[in-house]
């Protein structure tokens, strides 16, 4: 018997979920069945195949993006006493990864047309912490929803003031800036994706980095398995046989299974439909919520989204319900809506690093008024028919 709570379950559209073909499952078994099933060849070939796909020389596959992040920062050396700059709209990952090495971490606010760090409060913050002596090591510039940041700008901004670039690409796998795929590290040190469930392509958890500078990819190479090596080279004195490994600096275990790779070089042969799809499914809601008192998301002409979030910002002027009212009743009737981000300076957690509400008011703002709707190449235009259906109901007496 089906309970109503699971009835309620099997009807509701989510925000965002995978798609796992035939072909995915053929790959997973067959590393299934073979002898090696954690990180080995095949962690290798995804690593291969997605370095080629993105232009970047080098790439590391590890089991988050989280990880891939916190290696990041480890490989650019970022420790106590250093600083790391963020989007507070974002992800909590993008900024606890300099708390991880010790570092402290601040905000930039956003630009209110594209959600991303705004580059003129950027380069505002830099000019103001060149003066008191406090420049950050490294920025996580984060493509939010799959938009690129205008990371030209950014990289000259981080060339005169000395700082590091990690493109925070977990939205933005297949996406284009300048007409070049994001990953190819032109204006960054590093990108790191996501491969979970509800991003672009998945591997169920996993996450990679990606860069050109062969220094770093050996240093996250080292530090995703425990800082142990076997390479003569890395090595602080000679073998004592043919057992040996040296520990050489303290590392994690964050590596990536065969599965898991298997699944994600399955999934990359997808990837460029799925953004189309993506895509057509954006312009669909554009054109079907024109009419609604709401905010579509604005998309750079120059560049291409990876297109994981359709967010809208309601216009509250314009309706007699509060923002929470809407996104109450959307989930009360099915539509799996969600809110990307909670602003991350309002956190317990960084409130208590002294934070407060009030620090960075566009990101503030957009949060008073963000619903992320439905978007996944799986969604069919009737169930988006319904979503739009439903938010009009919602928004309008
Ligand atoms: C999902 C996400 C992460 C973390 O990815 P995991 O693979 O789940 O660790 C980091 N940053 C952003 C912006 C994300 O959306």
Redesign the pocket.
């Known amino acids: 018997m089906i309970t109503d709570e699971k009835k309620c379950v099997v009807h509701m559209i989510p925000y965002g979920r995978q798609e796992i073909t035939q072909a995915d499952i053929d790959a997973v078994v067959a590393v299934l069945k073979s002898d090696l099933i954690t990180q080995g060849p095949v962690v290798s070939r995804f690593e291969k195949a997605l370095s080629n796909y993105c232009e970047a020389e080098y790439a590391v596959a590890v089991n ?4 891939a ?1 916190h290696l990041a920062c480890r490989a650019l050396d970022l420790k106590s006493g250093d600083y790391l700059w963020t989007s507070p709209i ?2 909590v ?2 900024a606890n990864c300099g708390l991880y090495c010790g570092a402290a971490v601040d905000f930039v606010d956003i630009d209110p047309s594209t959600y991303n760090l705004s580059v003129t409060a950027l380069e505002k913050k830099l000019k103001q912490a060149n003066k008191e002596g406090c420049l950050p090591k490294v920025l996580v510039t ?1 493509h939010f929803g799959g938009q690129p940041c205008e990371m030209e700008k950014i990289h000259v901004l981080s060339q005169q003031y000395g700082v590091c670039i990690i493109e ?1 690409a ?2 933005a796998i297949g996406g284009k800036y300048q007409g070049e795929h994001i990953g190819n590290c032109r204006y960054s040190d590093i990108t ?1 994706f ?3 469930p ?2 672009i392509i998945t591997t169920a ?3 990679m980095a990606v860069t050109n500078h062969q220094s770093l990819a050996a240093k996250m190479d080292l530090l995703r398995s425990h800082g142990i090596t076997r390479a003569p080279s890395l090595m602080s004195h000679v073998s004592d046989g043919p057992w040996y490994y040296q520990q050489v600096d303290l590392g994690f275990n964050y590596r990536m299974t065969e599965l898991q790779a298997a699944l994600g070089i399955s999934q990359l042969s997808r990837l460029d439909q799925y953004v189309e799809r993506r895509h057509q499914l954006a312009e669909r809601y554009d054109q079907l919520l024109s009419e609604l008192p709401v905010t579509v998301p604005w998309q750079h002409p120059d560049s291409y989204s990876g297109m ?1 979030l359709y967010v809208v910002r309601l216009e509250l002027n314009e309706i007699s319900k509060t923002h929470r009212q809407v996104f109450e009743q959307l989930r009360g009737q099915g539509i799996g809506v969600n809110l990307h981000y909670i602003p991350v300076h309002t956190q317990p957690y960084y409130q208590r690093m002294g934070f407060r509400v009030g620090d960075f008011p566009e990101a503030e703002r957009y949060y008073a008024e963000a619903i992320s709707l439905p978007l996944f190449p799986l969604l069919t235009e009737k169930q988006q028919d319904r979503v739009v259906e439903t938010l009009r109901g919602a928004l309008l007496p």
Do not use: N, P, R
């Open positions: 988050s993006a989280t990880s992040l974002t992800f990952a993008s984060v925070d977990s939205h790191v996501s491969f979970h509800v991003k958890e996993g996450g994981h």
